[in-house]
C-alpha cells in the first residue's frame, strides 16, 4: 500500500517522469474503489 508519504517523495524528485505520478494516482482511485 502506497502512504501519502511516498507521494509526496514523488513529487520532490522532479527528475522521475511524470508517468510515475500518474500510476501513484490510478492506484489511489482503485482504493478509493
Known amino acids: 500500500m ?3 508519504a ?3 517523495e514523488n513529487q520532490n524528485l ?3 517522469p ?3 505520478v500518474d500510476e501513484a494516482v490510478k492506484l489511489l482511485q ?3 474503489e
Open 30 to 32: 482503485q482504493c478509493k
Open 6 to 8: 511516498s507521494i509526496d
Open 2 to 4: 502506497l502512504s501519502a
Open 18 to 20: 511524470f508517468c510515475e
Open 14 to 16: 522532479s527528475e522521475k
